[in-house]
Each structure stands twice: as structure tokens, then as C-alpha cells.
């Protein structure tokens, strides 16, 4: 495993690698890895001959106000983890990524209406910009990404079609803890109390589930009813909880037969957790 440090050196790598026609599989990651991380580098490996895994806390992702600083950093850890799953890791200093006379940004408009776009407001648009970036310097084929960030699949999908980056996606399912609190870097970050409280993220999911299975097709009540159940944690204060249409994420009128996601994201101190599940009833 070798560790790539300037764009320019993963650049050249990346033209070297696709000039010998080496199939290259990409997973983008802002470090702290966990089983979730793994998952998608083990699917990378399935495939691909060359995986490369980029380990970069991207700060136009992160709201003035949000966790860049306090983001869960560990890369001696990481590089552990990665041996032996990886090829390259490349861990750029932001001054690798982003110049000081930046002129070009790039536009969500129309994708950043919902769910996670409501509170953060910025985040897509950073995270389009750095992963066009990081497709150009690494070149790969394929790419991973987790549904644990379903919005953000979503949003990458589109960047890859509406700028013809010709790549393919992968989406792998979340990896869970034991008492199904979907993995993350920022469960790091709860206390003892809050880690067991927040258990109840997945619960009132499948509280969600639940009611459409037994034929509730109403979305603002299964809504509504979730937010009750997660009330009742007082540890617990809730960013958002919607249902909406898994492909678009457009709001639905009525639970049909289309593929959905019930999405949620609370907070639990200053530690915000999403999670989702996807369902076709
Ligand atoms: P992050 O380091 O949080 O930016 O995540 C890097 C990638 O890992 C993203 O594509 C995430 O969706 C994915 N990921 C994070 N947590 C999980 C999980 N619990 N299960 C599956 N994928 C995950």
C-alpha cells in the first residue's frame, strides 16, 4: 500500500495506471474508518484491479458553524485498517485540493431543497466540488459510495451523468452496530448516554416500515408519528424526518408502489446523525 500526498503524484499515477488499462476502484472517505468504510473498500476490491481510498476532511463541505474542527481525525489508525485492502491511499492537505484564486464553483440548484440541503445549506455543492476534483486528479472507472449518505448518492449520480464523468456507481448498504445504530465517525463523538439513546434512530425507522406494511399510505401521519416516538428520547432533538420518492427525492402525496426512503437526521448534543432506510412496499 503506498501513500500518495500531492495531486500531482496521484495524478500521474492515475494517467500511468489507465495508460496499462487498470481497472481502478475509488473510495472517497474523510478518514475515521469503521466497518462501513471497509465494506465499501471490500466491494472495491471485488472488482477492480487497482483500489484506491482517499482519506480528506473536505472543509466546503462543512457549514461555519458545523464540526470541520472537531471532526474525528485518526490517519495512523486508518492507514492500519487499510493495509491489505488498499493500493493507494491518497491524503491530500487541503492546499493539494483547493487553490487560493479559486474562480469556478459548482451549482445543486434543484437538488437542494430536502433533507439534509434544509439545515446544510452548502454541503452538496461542496461535496460536488470536491469529488469532481478528486474524479479528475484519480481517474477511476468505478466508485463506492455508502446509503447510509443516500442524498448524497442522489447528488453524485447526477454529477457523474450531467458532466459526463463516465464513471460507474456503486452504492453498498449501511453497516449497522449490533443494536442497528448505522455505523459513523461521529458516534465517536456521544457520550455514553447519548450512544445508547441512539438507538432509537433505527427503531423509529422501522417504526416507519412498520405502518407501511400494515397499510398506512400517508406520509404526514407516519411522519408525524415517527417524530412522536423520537420525542420521547429527551436526548434526542430531531433535524428531520421525511418520507419521500427514492429516485427524485421528491415529495410523495401518497405511499404507491414506487421505490421510497424514509430519511431522518437528529441531533444528539452537538452531534447530528442521519440515517434511512429504503423500501419498496
Ligand atoms: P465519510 O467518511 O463519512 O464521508 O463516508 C465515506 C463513505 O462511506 C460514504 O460513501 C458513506 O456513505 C460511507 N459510509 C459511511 N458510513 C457507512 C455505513 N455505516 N455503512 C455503509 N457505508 C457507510
Redesign the pocket.
Known amino acids: 500500500m503506498k501513500i500518495i500526498k500531492t495531486s500531482a503524484a496521484m495524478q500521474k499515477l492515475a494517467t500511468d495506471l489507465k495508460s496499462r488499462q487498470k481497472q481502478t476502484g475509488f473510495v472517497?472517505?474523510?478518514?475515521f474508518l469503521h466497518e462501513?468504510?471497509l465494506?465499501?473498500i471490500k466491494k472495491a476490491r471485488e472488482k477492480n484491479q487497482i483500489v484506491v481510498v482517499s482519506i480528506f476532511v473536505n472543509p466546503a463541505q462543512f457549514g461555519p458553524k458545523e464540526d470541520f474542527g472537531n471532526y474525528p481525525r485518526d490517519l495512523r489508525r486508518d492507514l492500519k485498517l487499510l493495509a491489505g485492502y488498499a493500493d493507494y491511499v491518497f491524503v491530500p492537505a487541503a492546499n493539494q485540493i483547493y487553490k487560493k484564486d479559486e474562480k469556478l464553483t459548482i451549482s445543486i440548484e434543484g437538488m437542494n431543497s430536502c433533507l439534509c440541503a434544509i439545515s446544510r445549506s452548502n454541503h452538496f455543492a461542496g461535496v460536488a466540488l470536491v469529488l469532481t476534483k478528486l474524479f479528475n486528479i484519480i481517474k477511476p472507472g468505478r466508485v463506492y459510495?455508502?446509503?447510509?449518505?443516500y442524498q448524497?448518492t442522489v447528488v453524485v449520480r447526477e454529477l457523474i451523468r450531467d458532466f459526463c464523468f463516465g464513471i460507474s456507481m456503486v452504492v453498498?448498504p449501511?453497516?449497522r452496530e449490533a443494536d442497528g445504530l448505522?455505523?459513523?465517525?461521529r458516534n465517536s463523538r456521544l457520550s455514553k448516554k447519548q450512544r445508547l439513546a441512539a438507538v432509537i434512530l433505527y427503531r423509529a425507522l422501522l417504526l416507519g416500515k412498520d405502518l407501511i406494511k400494515s397499510g398506512d399510505k400517508n406520509p404526514d401521519s407516519i411522519i408525524d408519528k415517527m417524530k412522536n416516538f423520537l420525542q420521547q428520547e429527551k436526548l434526542a432533538r430531531i433535524d428531520y424526518v421525511d418520507i419521500l420518492d427514492a429516485k427524485n427525492l421528491h415529495r410523495i402525496k401518497s405511499i404507491g408502489t414506487g421505490q421510497i426512503v424514509i430519511a431522518l437526521a437528529v441531533y444528539f448534543g452537538k452531534t447530528r446523525l442521519i440515517d434511512n432506510i429504503l423500501l419498496r412496499p
Open positions: 472517497p472517505t474523510m478518514g462501513g468504510h465494506s465499501l459510495f455508502g446509503q447510509k449518505d448524497q453498498c449501511i453497516v448505522a455505523m459513523s465517525s
